[in-house]
């Protein structure tokens, strides 16, 4: 471990800098008026100050400062060393985190010590302000559990190194210390610092503690910077580990299996969604990121395995928005002698115990609206809570697409600026047609936790047939602030039935496709290039046919959308708020 003090009798260690007692700086007084000189001759002009608070390039008059700062920083770790001490240590023995001895000397009255031999404590972190008073400086130093502050006197650190201290510690450093514990006279819980060590030295200043890390796009570019400035921000991440650790622990309770499969694959299937394509080189054939983990599971289901599920990445290369990332997270679980009722109240049950243990209620407060997830949540048909928003019933047209398309028309009529008629106008089949009027005018009204049910059989391959109703399937998805969280069937096991539907949705694909580079050929080379640029195939998974003529038993699955689930939990606004480092345009 780096301890203050020297390693060796013949060596001194190398002095910390220290801020001004009048300011608590991310950037040391001195530091800051050599980056204002180097800078200020480098342009010719006179010696000028940092602005008073400023800690980064971005406010330090732009990235020239901020290098000067590193140059500085580096010429500070080629000091220690040339005294003998390594500036990236290699381990530190910890006896407590922040959190813990806050807890623990939660009843420690102000201006007391705490100095018996089990109150000797050792802690480490990293170092995010500091103040200097004379022969006392305090620093804040935070670890992943929270902050706690060290108590530095002069008189009390061993080998007289406060005044060596000065020159080489920085904010944004990591730290250990060693020492008993005070409170302070004005309340705050401090470790008595008897020794400190330089663990790794930061070559960058952080963002100025005032104002943060505030430019979205490089809060998700530097996730990491955005992490040490915004606890919060990594507040939500460790909530997203509770989430998944309780799914996980609720499956495995209810007696389900995890499996691993593949993300290379063959034939995208399982979801009807643009893939990526890569190549294999040795065996000379493309091969597409997974979709869906559905099809895989399915095999292990005809395999034998009555309850199976897997959380993990799927990939869409498809569009980014606040609800939309081409990597996500979910889960996709298979019980066998189960239907999509079953699903129903497998659902209400996990979200429910991920809202209880991330926030300890089912009341929530997402973007300045109060969501209930009180059990029973509401069960509707797609046809009834269509017909409930527009007063159109389109089980009244049977299969005549004309008329159902002249009667939404007139629906949207004098709407045009807020909908796009083109979707209805392109509606193959009547089932489209009825997803698409839900999609644009139903979706949105659904705050609170709402079970869609009865799905057109057309945009729905991979269900089974409703066993009460004509055209429809047994699909519900789950709509929670008019987003989808969740997708569940009763499973489509007949091979024969299986294979009819791939082929349609393949016809349909291809016709979609011919009819877009059909219109962009109207529209002139730049549509042709961006309508060959967006088409993809859509292949038919003939190994997933040929294990369902061995036999799937009675299956209900489901998928939850991980992602948008956090986003609900954590209050976060978009998509990339809960993902750790979401795919960016370039810079």
């Given at each position: 471990?780096?301890?203050?003090?020297?390693?060796?009798?013949?060596?001194?260690?190398?002095?910390?800098?220290?801020?001004?007692?009048?300011?608590?700086?991310?950037?040391?007084?001195?530091?800051?008026?050599?980056?204002?000189?180097?800078?200020?001759?480098?342009?010719?002009?006179?010696?000028?100050?940092?602005?008073?608070?400023?800690?980064?390039?971005?406010?330090?008059?732009?990235?020239?400062?901020?290098?000067?700062?590193?140059?500085?920083?580096?010429?500070?770790?080629?000091?220690?060393?040339?005294?003998?001490?390594?500036?990236?240590?290699?381990?530190?023995?910890?006896?407590?985190?922040?959190?813990?001895?806050?807890?623990?000397?939660?009843?420690?009255?102000?201006?007391?010590?705490?100095?018996?031999?089990?109150?000797?404590?050792?802690?480490?972190?990293?170092?995010?302000?500091?103040?200097?008073?004379?022969?006392?400086?305090?620093?804040?130093?935070?670890?992943?559990?929270?902050?706690?502050?060290?108590?530095?006197?002069?008189?009390?650190?061993?080998?007289?190194?406060?005044?060596?201290?000065?020159?080489?510690?920085?904010?944004g450093d990591f730290v250990g210390a060693k020492g008993t514990i005070k409170r302070t006279e004005k309340g705050e819980l401090s470790v008595l610092v008897e020794e400190l060590a330089i663990l790794t030295k930061s070559l960058l200043p952080l963002p100025d503690k005032w104002h943060g890390l505030t430019d979205i796009e490089k809060r998700y570019r530097q996730?990491?910077?955005?992490?040490?400035?915004?606890?919060?921000?990594?507040?939500?991440?460790?909530?997203?580990?509770?989430?998944?650790?309780?799914?996980?622990?609720?499956?495995?309770?209810?007696?389900?299996?995890?499996?691993?499969?593949?993300?290379?694959?063959?034939?995208?299937?399982?979801?009807?969604?643009?893939?990526?394509?890569?190549?294999?080189?040795?065996?000379?054939?493309?091969?597409?990121?997974?979709?869906?983990?559905?099809?895989?599971?399915?095999?292990?289901?005809?395999?034998?395995?009555?309850?199976?599920?897997?959380?993990?990445?799927?990939?869409?290369?498809?569009?980014?928005?606040?609800?939309?990332?081409?990597?996500?997270?979910?889960?996709?679980?298979?019980?066998?002698?189960?239907?999509?009722?079953?699903?129903?109240?497998?659902?209400?049950?996990?979200?429910?115990?991920?809202?209880?243990?991330?926030?300890?209620?089912?009341?929530?407060?997402?973007?300045?609206?109060?969501?209930?997830?009180?059990?029973?949540?509401?069960?509707?048909?797609?046809?009834?809570?269509?017909?409930?928003?527009?007063?159109?019933?389109?089980?009244?047209?049977?299969?005549?697409?004309?008329?159902?398309?002249?009667?939404?028309?007139?629906?949207?009529?004098?709407?045009?600026?807020?909908?796009?008629?083109?979707?209805?106008?392109?509606?193959?089949?009547?089932?489209?047609?009825?997803?698409?009027?839900?999609?644009?005018?139903?979706?949105?009204?659904?705050?609170?936790?709402?079970?869609?049910?009865?799905?057109?059989?057309?945009?729905?391959?991979?269900?089974?047939?409703?066993?009460?109703?004509?055209?429809?399937?047994?699909?519900?998805?789950?709509?929670?602030?008019?987003?989808?969280?969740?997708?569940?069937?009763?499973?489509?096991?007949?091979?024969?039935?299986?294979?009819?539907?791939?082929?349609?949705?393949?016809?349909?694909?291809?016709?979609?496709?011919?009819?877009?580079?059909?219109?962009?050929?109207?529209?002139?080379?730049?549509?042709?290039?961006?309508?060959?640029?967006?088409?993809?195939?859509?292949?038919?998974?003939?190994?997933?046919?040929?294990?369902?003529?061995?036999?799937?038993?009675?299956?209900?699955?489901?998928?939850?959308?991980?992602?948008?689930?956090?986003?609900?939990?954590?209050?976060?606004?978009?998509?990339?708020?809960?993902?750790?480092?979401?795919?960016?345009?370039?810079?």
């Amino acid at each position: 471990m780096n301890v203050v003090g020297p390693l060796k009798p013949h060596l001194h260690f190398i002095p910390f800098q220290v801020a001004p007692a009048s300011c608590n700086r991310f950037i040391s007084e001195k530091e800051e008026a050599s980056a204002s000189s180097s800078r200020s001759s480098s342009q010719g002009g006179g010696r000028r100050r940092l602005p008073k608070g400023s800690s980064d390039g971005s406010s330090t008059d732009g990235t020239s400062s901020r290098e000067d700062i590193r140059t500085l920083r580096i010429k500070k770790v080629e000091d220690m060393r040339t005294g003998g001490y390594e500036p990236y240590g290699y381990t530190w023995e910890r006896t407590d985190t922040a959190q813990e001895l806050q807890s623990k000397y939660v009843d420690l009255a102000s201006a007391t010590e705490a100095n018996e031999e089990k109150d000797h404590v050792s802690v480490a972190g990293r170092i995010m302000a500091r103040r200097v008073f004379g022969k006392l400086a305090f620093l804040t130093l935070r670890d992943d559990s929270g902050p706690i502050q060290l108590y530095c006197e002069k008189a009390r650190i061993k080998d007289a190194a406060f005044d060596q201290l000065k020159t080489s510690l920085d904010v944004g450093d990591f730290v250990g210390a060693k020492g008993t514990i005070k409170r302070t006279e004005k309340g705050e819980l401090s470790v008595l610092v008897e020794e400190l060590a330089i663990l790794t030295k930061s070559l960058l200043p952080l963002p100025d503690k005032w104002h943060g890390l505030t430019d979205i796009e490089k809060r998700y570019r530097q996730r990491y910077v955005d992490m040490i400035m915004n606890p919060d921000v990594a507040e939500v991440f460790r909530s997203r580990a509770r989430i998944t650790s309780e799914i996980r622990r609720h499956m495995d309770n209810l007696g389900f299996l995890e499996i691993e499969t593949p993300v290379l694959q063959g034939e995208a299937g399982g979801a009807d969604a643009r893939p990526f394509v890569t190549h294999h080189n040795a065996l000379d054939r493309n091969l597409y990121l997974r979709i869906a983990t559905e099809l895989h599971l399915k095999r292990m289901v005809v395999g034998g395995f009555e309850r199976v599920y897997e959380i993990g990445r799927i990939f869409r290369n498809e569009g980014i928005s606040t609800r939309h990332n081409p990597e996500f997270t979910s889960i996709e679980l298979y019980q066998a002698y189960a239907d999509y009722r079953d699903m129903m109240n497998l659902v209400e049950d996990l979200v429910t115990r991920c809202s209880l243990a991330v926030n300890g209620s089912l009341c929530l407060q997402y973007q300045e609206t109060e969501i209930s997830l009180e059990r029973p949540w509401r069960r509707a048909s797609m046809h009834s809570l269509v017909a409930e928003v527009t007063g159109i019933d389109f089980a009244t047209f049977g299969s005549d697409i004309v008329a159902a398309k002249a009667a939404t028309l007139e629906y949207f009529k004098g709407q045009i600026e807020r909908h796009d008629t083109a979707a209805i106008h392109k509606s193959p089949s009547i089932g489209h047609l009825l997803n698409e009027v839900f999609e644009m005018v139903v979706e949105k009204t659904l705050i609170q936790p709402t079970f869609v049910m009865d799905y057109p059989v057309e945009i729905s391959p991979l269900a089974k047939p409703h066993r009460s109703q004509a055209g429809l399937v047994e699909r519900f998805e789950l709509f929670v602030y008019g987003r989808e969280m969740a997708n569940a069937f009763s499973e489509l096991t007949d091979p024969i039935e299986q294979r009819a539907r791939f082929e349609a949705q393949v016809q349909v694909h291809n016709a979609t496709m011919q009819a877009a580079a059909e219109m962009a050929k109207l529209k002139g080379d730049t549509a042709v290039v961006t309508a060959a640029k967006d088409a993809y195939e859509v292949g038919m998974d003939e190994d997933f046919i040929t294990a369902l003529e061995y036999g799937m038993p009675p299956t209900a699955g489901m998928g939850i959308g991980i992602d948008r689930l956090v986003m609900l939990l954590t209050n976060s606004p978009s998509i990339r708020d809960v993902i750790a480092f979401p795919v960016l345009k370039s810079q």
